[in-house]
């Protein structure tokens, strides 16, 4: 996406060209390398945002299934971490009832395209 420059910038440039005597030529340069720093700082935050979508993806499938877990008033002794293929499931839980329920809130929560690690340690099992 290229920004052109507003009319009040135009505006500026053409004063501050009149007043230090610049020529059409220094003006015209100087709006080619303005447009052209726009278009490689636009080009850098469209690769920074590409390189980043991985890691908010994965941060989005641990917010889902934590708050999923949560709202099931399931132990807060569980812990999501999540990857490209899914989530693990990890901590501590009184009973394995409670480890299957974690289970099947993250399956529902993610659906069928992403896996389920449970590796949930039951006390005393």
């Known amino acids: 996406m290229r920004h ?3 009319l009040a910038v135009s505006a500026l440039l053409g004063l501050g060209a009149a007043l230090t005597g610049c020529s059409q030529q ?3 340069s100087a709006k080619h390398d303005a ?3 726009a278009a ?3 080009q850098q935050a469209q690769q920074a945002e590409r390189q980043a979508r991985p890691q908010i993806d994965k941060l989005k ?4 299934v934590t708050t999923a877990l949560a709202a099931a008033n399931l132990p807060t002794t569980i812990h999501v971490r999540a990857d ?3 989530v693990y499931l990890r901590g501590t839980v009184d009973s394995a009832g409670d480890k299957k329920r974690a289970g099947q ?3 529902d929560t993610l659906g069928p395209d992403k896996a389920v690690h449970n590796q949930i340690q039951v006390n005393g099992g």
């Open 4 to 6: 052109k420059p507003t």
């Open 26 to 28: 220094t003006l015209d």
């Open 35 to 37: 447009q052209h720093n």
């Open 40 to 42: 490689a700082v636009n």
């Open 61 to 64: 499938l641990q917010s889902r």
């Open 84 to 86: 490209a293929d899914g």
């Open 105 to 107: 809130i993250a399956r």
